[in-house]
């Protein structure tokens, strides 16, 4: 039992993942890490200022809006944070500097600093583990009944990063299976050049920011892939249901090939 002290989600918190629309008939599990911005009421603002704690760094903007829309439009499952990523990071193993990170991008975060290991460990309990307990449960059910899973993760990046412009718009990421980005690829070549397109940017394996699709994809062999957005793109609604749209028939067509 995880002493008061270290409580990190009260009861008014509610619970750290959601999974939506679990009977979902699709093959593609929807999967949202960066979902939230919510921060514990334990934890104030980690001392940081209203801007940072709206910004990037506290969670994907834009993210789960394009993750559901691609859930609705497939009926697909979805898995999605409710904490945000400055408490901990679910893509992200606990051994990871940028699990809780001390400092992202230009702020350092002081509710992060020098955190203890039972301080650790109380939020690896109560944040990560659920996270990926609920992926592994549907992917075991999903296969006693029968029915194939495709991990697809869904995040959104900033156009300008340490004062550098990002000119690509949409990253397939993958780690060592390629199978699925590989599709999504070529689908995107052979059809009208609506966004700038690349493979792993603006992150790649070499970044840690494949974690979910090792832990849940490569590990069971299931096809596997996971899409990053600029987040200019989807910053409104009628922004995130075109890019939705496209993704989901990126998706179709690469999972029909």
């Known amino acids: 039992m995880v002493p008061a002290e270290f409580e990190v989600l009260s009861k008014s918190d509610g619970e750290s993942v959601v999974v939506e629309r679990p009977q979902g008939k699709s093959a593609v599990l929807v999967v ?15 001392g940081l200022p209203v801007e940072a704690l709206n910004s990037h760094i506290a969670w994907d903007p834009g993210a789960l809006a394009v993750a559901r829309g691609i859930s609705d439009a497939l009926d697909a499952t979805l898995v ?3 904490v945000s990523r400055l408490i901990y990071d679910c893509n992200r193993p606990p051994e990871a500097a940028g ?26 309990k ?30 959104s990046f900033t156009p300008i990063y340490h004062g550098k412009t990002r000119a690509v718009e949409i990253g397939i990421l993958h780690d060592d299976d390629s199978r699925l980005a590989d599709r999504m690829l070529a ?27 090792v832990l849940h994809g490569l590990s069971s062999g299931l096809r596997n892939v996971m899409i990053e957005v600029r987040n200019d793109l989807i910053a409104d609604q009628a922004g995130q249901g075109v890019m939705a749209s ?7 067509q690469s999972l029909d090939a």
């Open 246 to 252: 496209y993704l989901t028939r990126l998706l179709q």
């Open 99 to 124: 699990a809780m990170p001390e400092k992202s991008e230009i702020y350092d975060i002081p509710g992060n600093a020098g955190l203890s290991v039972e301080e650790r460990h109380a939020r690896t």
């Open 80 to 82: 999605h944070q409710r």
């Open 32 to 46: 949202c890490e960066h979902a939230s911005r919510m921060l514990p009421k334990r934890y104030g603002t980690l």
């Open 187 to 213: 689908a995107a070549a052979s059809g009208e050049a609506s966004y700038k397109i690349e493979r792993n940017e603006p992150y790649g394996p070499e970044d840690g920011v494949t974690h979910t699709l």
């Open 126 to 155: 109560a944040v990560y583990i659920p996270f990926h307990d609920a992926i592994r449960a549907l992917i075991r059910d999903r296969k006693a009944r029968g029915q194939e899973t495709v991990i697809v993760t869904v995040h």
